[in-house]
C-alpha cells in the first residue's frame, strides 16, 4: 500500500535519512523504531511531502507520490500527526476537529467520538486545557477527520504515563481494526511492537534490521538495545 524505495532525503545539503526501503500493506500497523536523532520524523516527514526527497521513490497504492504536497496526500488518504505542535492550542476540542475535517463534506464525528469518548466529554474544552493524552487523542482524532486509509504517526505516546501509553496503543489497535493501516514511530518501543504487526529499525539513517514484530520482541540482542531488557545471565 504505502513503499518507500531507496529513500535518502535530508535539510540542505545534510543528507539525514540514506537510502531506507520500508513498506506498510493494507491492514498492518508498521512500527519504527530507534535512537533519537537517527531520522525518524525526517523519514515520515518525507514520506507526507514536507520534505523532499534527494532520491529514492514513493508509491502509495500504484502512484508515485514522490512531489505531492501534504494536502493533496491528504486528499488521497494519507493522514500525519507531527512529533510536536499537533494540535491548535488556543482552539477547542471541536474547533480542532473541525479543522481537520475541513475538505470533508461528511466528517465523521460519531465515529471519532466512539474511538475517544472523552473529546465528546470535553468537546468544549480549549485544547490547552487538556492532559498529554488528551492532547494526543485529539491530534490523532483531527487526522482521522478525512478518513485517511493510511496514517502516519509521530511518537504519538512521547511523555505520557506508563499507563496511558497502553491505553494510546490499544486506540491505534481500533483505528487499524476499523481500517486505516498505520505506519507509527515510536520511542516505547515494547509497548509499540506489542500492537504491531512488523518493525523497522533506523540507526544514523540506515535500516540496520525489519521483522516481524513478535520476533522483535523475542530477539535478544534488540531487546538489549532497544527495548530497555536486562541480559539474563546462567548461574
Ligand atoms: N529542520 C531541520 N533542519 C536541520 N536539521 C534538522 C532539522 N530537523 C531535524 N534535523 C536533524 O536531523 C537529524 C534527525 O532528526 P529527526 O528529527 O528526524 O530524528 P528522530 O529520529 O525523529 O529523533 P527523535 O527520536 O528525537 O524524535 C538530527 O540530527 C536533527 O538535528
Ligand atoms: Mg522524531
Do not use: W
Request: neutral net charge; contains cysteine; glycine residues 12%.
Amino acid at each position: 500500500m504505502l513503499s518507500v524505495e531507496n529513500v535518502s532525503s535530508g535539510y540542505g545539503e545534510t543528507i539525514i535519512v540514506n537510502g531506507v526501503s520500508i513498506s506498510v500493506n493494507q491492514g498492518e500497523i508498521v512500527v519504527i523504531i530507534g535512537p533519537n536523532g537517527c531520522g525518524k520524523s525526517t523519514l515520515l516527514k518525507t514520506i507526507f511531502g514536507l520534505i523532499k526527497p534527494a532520491s529514492g521513490r514513493i508509491f502509495f497504492g500504484d502512484e508515485d507520490i514522490n512531489g505531492l504536497k501534504p494536502f493533496e496526500l491528504v486528499g488521497k488518504g494519507i493522514g500525519f500527526v507531527a512529533q510536536t505542535d499537533n494540535v491548535f492550542p488556543s482552539l477547542s476540542v471541536m474547533e480542532n476537529l473541525e479543522m481537520g475535517g475541513y475538505i470533508c463534506k461528511n466528517p465523521d464525528f460519531q465515529g471519532i467520538f466512539d474511538i475517544f469518548p472523552i473529546l465528546r466529554e470535553k468537546k468544549k474544552v480549549k485544547a490547552s486545557s487538556l492532559s498529554g493524552g488528551e492532547r494526543q487523542m485529539l491530534a490523532i482524532a483531527r487526522a482521522l477527520m478525512t478518513q485517511p486509509e493510511m496514517l502516519l504517526l509521530d511518537e504519538p505516546s512521547a511523555g505520557l504515563s506508563p499507563k496511558m501509553v497502553e491505553v494510546l496503543m490499544g486506540k491505534i489497535k481500533e483505528i487499524k481494526e476499523r481500517g486505516s493501516s498505520v505506519l507509527l514511530v515510536e520511542q516505547n518501543a515494547k509497548s509499540a511492537l506489542r500492537i504491531a504487526d512488523r518493525g523497522y529499525i533506523l540507526v544514523m539513517g540506515k535500516k540496520m534490521y525489519e521483522g516481524r514484530a513478535c520476533e522483535m520482541l523475542d530477539h535478544k540482542e534488540i531487546g538489549k538495545l532497544y527495548l530497555g531488557k536486562k541480559e539474563v545471565t546462567g548461574t
